[in-house]
């Protein structure tokens, strides 16, 4: 399968997306509610009936509700590490069972690992989780060729995102020119 055409499935937010440049692929799996472990299993399964197995998969899930963590509640948290942190463990964990050996997984995480902003605790602490699952998972599945990485997006006045390798602190890219 040429490069352009290697399966993808990309989990975004409350669904998830699949993409393919062949034309085929666009019939492919479909959706599913990424805070469900039993959806996420769901669209793994129907992706590996449709293609076999896959090439890529790119982890792009946020969700959280804003405020003060002692004005947090109880739904609050669940919802922010539904979402988060075992949508992620979910994820990683299917990814490791249906990818192809060489295959490549990516996290996106988040700034608000980094640079604590206000009222977005459990949030950041969710994130933070994932990128922790991301070690463990480039660990487990190096031997394979799997590549597991973290982006994690920065801050709003940098243009340029930071690549986290999963056994070295996190790296930035050279910061851009002043306007």
Do not use: C, W
């Not at 299917?94 to 977005?120: H, K, L, N, Y």
């Amino acid at each position: 399968m040429s490069p352009s055409s290697r399966p993808v499935v990309a989990l975004t937010p409350a669904t998830t997306q699949h993409s393919s440049s062949s034309a085929s692929a666009r019939s492919g799996p479909g959706a599913a509610d990424v805070a469900d472990p039993k959806g996420i299993r769901t669209l793994f399964d129907a992706a590996e009936r449709h293609y076999g197995r896959l090439d890529v998969l790119v982890h792009s899930v946020a969700g959280f509700v804003r405020g003060p963590l002692t004005a947090a509640t109880d739904r609050d948290y669940l919802h922010t590490f539904s979402l988060n942190a075992r949508a992620t463990f979910v994820a990683l964990r299917e990814a490791g069972r249906a990818m192809r050996d060489g295959g490549q997984i990516v996290f996106i995480s988040s700034a608000a690992t980094r640079v604590d902003p206000q009222g977005e605790a459990l949030y950041a602490a969710s994130k933070a989780a994932g990128e922790h699952l991301v070690r463990g998972a480039a660990r487990e599945l190096g031997a394979r060729r799997l590549t597991v990485n973290s982006v994690l997006p920065e801050h709003h006045r940098r243009r340029r995102p930071v690549l986290t390798h999963p056994f070295t602190r996190p790296r930035s890219t050279p910061r851009d020119p002043p306007e």
